[in-house]
C-alpha cells in the first residue's frame, strides 16, 4: 500500500497522475491528508476516485488506540496504532501560547539510556513520515474545535538522529503550501547526541530548535547513563552544538534529568557550568520520572534549587522543567509497555537484539550501563 501521508505536495500529484487522475487532484487529497481526513471523506474526490485510491493507498496511517486525559491539567496521553500493529505514545499539552505534541519517531529505541523507559525491549522499527505526521493529525482531530497543535517536540519514544531521513521529510511536510502549516521554528528535535547526524542537521539549514540530551557534566557519568557516550565523547558532542548554533543562529537547549546520586551534586553543576561557559545554551532541568524497572530515584526540591542556583552563579541560563500530566504519564515509553504487559501482545521473541547502541568496531556494551 502506498504511504500518501509521507509524501510531498508535488509527490501526491505525480501518484495521482500516474493513476490516470487530473494532478490538481493531488493537491486536494494532499490537503485533505494534512486535515487528518480519510478517503471516505475527500468529498470533492468522485466516489470512484475514492475506492481506487483506498484499493492502492494509505490516507492516515495512525489512529487513537487509546486516550487518557490527565486530572491535575489539560495533558492528554495517547497510545496511537499504527497499521502494523505496533503502537506509539504521544503527549497532548496545553500551554498559555498553544498545543504542544510530543511526537514520537520510532517504535521503541536502541540507544539503552539507562533512565529511559522507551528502550527497554530494543528499536522494533523507525517510524515513516507520514507517520510522524499522522500522530499530529490525530491530535488534531481529538482537539476539534478546540484548537489545533501548534508546537512540535520530537521527544517521544525513539531517537530522530537515528531515523535521520524520515525525520528530515516529516519536517519538510510540515512546511509544505496547502498542507498541515506548522512553521519549523515551532519544532524542537531532541537527540542523544549522534555527533554526525547533528552536524548534517545543521547543514540541512533548518530553523528547528535543537535539544541535547546531556543528562552529566563529564564523560565519566556520561558513560554510566547514556551508551551512547561511549561512542561520542561529550567534548565531540558538544563541539557539534556549537557547530549548530553557528550554522543556525539558534541557542541548544541542553537536557539535564538529575539522579539522585549520580548527576546531581552542586559539584556536578559547577562542572557543568564550567564545561558550558561561552556556549549560547539554556539548561532544562527534568525531574527524573521513576520507571519502576530502573532503580534509578529522582532528587528533592532542594536538591533541584541548589543545583540551579550553582548553574545561575556562573551565569548559565537554566531552569527547571515543568511537570505535566503526572497522573497519567509516566516518563517515555512507559504507557506502551503497560499496555504491552497488559494484553501480552508481543513476546520477547519478538524484539530485536538492538537495545544496546553498538557502534560499529565495537565500543558499547554492558559496561556502558548503570549496574543497576
Ligand atoms: N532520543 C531522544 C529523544 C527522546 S527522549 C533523546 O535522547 O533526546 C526525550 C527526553 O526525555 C530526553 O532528554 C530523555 O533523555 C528524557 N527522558 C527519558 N526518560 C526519562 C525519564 N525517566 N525521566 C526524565 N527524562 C527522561
Known amino acids: 500500500m502506498t504511504d500518501l501521508a509521507s509524501m510531498k505536495r508535488g509527490e501526491v500529484r505525480d501518484y495521482v497522475r500516474n493513476l490516470g487522475m487530473p494532478a490538481f487532484r493531488g493537491d486536494q487529497i494532499f490537503t485533505w491528508i494534512h486535515r487528518g481526513a480519510d478517503f471516505a471523506e475527500m468529498t470533492n474526490l468522485p466516489r470512484s476516485m475514492q475506492d481506487r485510491l483506498r484499493e492502492a493507498a494509505v490516507a492516515q496511517p495512525v489512529s487513537v488506540m487509546r486516550s487518557f486525559q490527565s486530572r491535575v491539567d489539560d495533558t492528554v ?3 496511537f496504532s499504527l497499521r502494523d500493529g505496533n503502537c506509539v505514545e504521544g503527549v497532548l499539552m496545553h500551554y498559555h501560547h498553544g498545543y504542544t505534541l510530543c511526537v514520537s519517531t520510532q517504535v521503541g529505541c536502541r540507544m539503552g539510556c539507562a533512565f529511559c523507559a522507551s528502550t527497554l525491549e530494543g528499536c522494533v522499527r523507525s517510524l515513516s513520515a507520514g507517520e510522524m505526521l499522522g ?3 490525530c491530535a488534531n482531530r ?4 478546540k484548537g489545533r497543535v501548534h508546537n512540535v517536540v520530537l521527544m517521544g519514544s525513539g531517537e530522530p538522529l537515528d531515523n535521520y531521513d524520515a525525520v528530515i521529510r516529516f519536517l519538510n511536510l510540515l512546511r509544505e503550501e ?35 540530551s546531556l543528562h552529566a557534566p563529564n564523560d565519566r557519568i556520561r558513560r554510566m547513563l547514556m551508551p551512547v557516550a561511549r561512542v561520542y565523547p561529550m567534548e565531540a558532542v558538544l563541539d557539534a552544538a556549537r557547530y549548530y548554533i553557528e550554522r543556525t543562529g539558534r541557542r541548544v537547549i541542553l537536557e539535564y534529568a538529575l539522579v539522585d546520586g ?7 553543576a559547577r562542572e557543568l557550568a564550567g564545561r558550558l561557559r561561552g556556549m549560547q545554551c539554556h539548561v532544562n532541568l527534568i525531574p527524573l520520572n521513576s520507571v519502576p524497572e530502573r532503580q534509578l530515584r529522582g532528587v528533592t526540591e532542594s536538591q533541584v ?18 511537570e505535566m500530566g503526572d497522573d497519567i504519564a509516566g516518563a517515555c515509553g512507559q504507557l506502551r509497555r503497560h499496555t504491552l504487559n497488559s494484553t501480552e501482545k508481543r513476546e520477547a521473541a519478538d524484539t530485536d537484539d538492538e537495545t544496546l547502541f553498538s557502534p560499529e568496531g565495537g565500543g558499547g556494551g554492558e559496561d556502558g550501563r548503570l549496574p543497576l
Open 77 to 79: 496521553k495517547f497510545l
Open 135 to 137: 500522530q499530529i493529525l
Open 142 to 145: 481529538f482537539l476539534g474545535e
Open 178 to 212: 496547502g498542507g498541515i502549516g506548522i512553521g519549523l521554528r515551532n519544532v524542537s528535535l531532541s537527540t542523544c547526541g549522534l555527533v554526525e547526524k547533528m552536524r548534517a542537521l545543521a547543514d540541512e539549514n533548518l530553523p528547528v530548535t535543537l535539544s541535547l
Open 262 to 268: 549520580v548527576n546531581a551534586s552542586p559539584a556536578c
Open 305 to 322: 534549587r541548589a543545583f540551579l542556583k550553582e548553574l545561575e552563579l556562573a551565569r548559565i541560563s537554566a531552569t527547571r522543567r515543568r
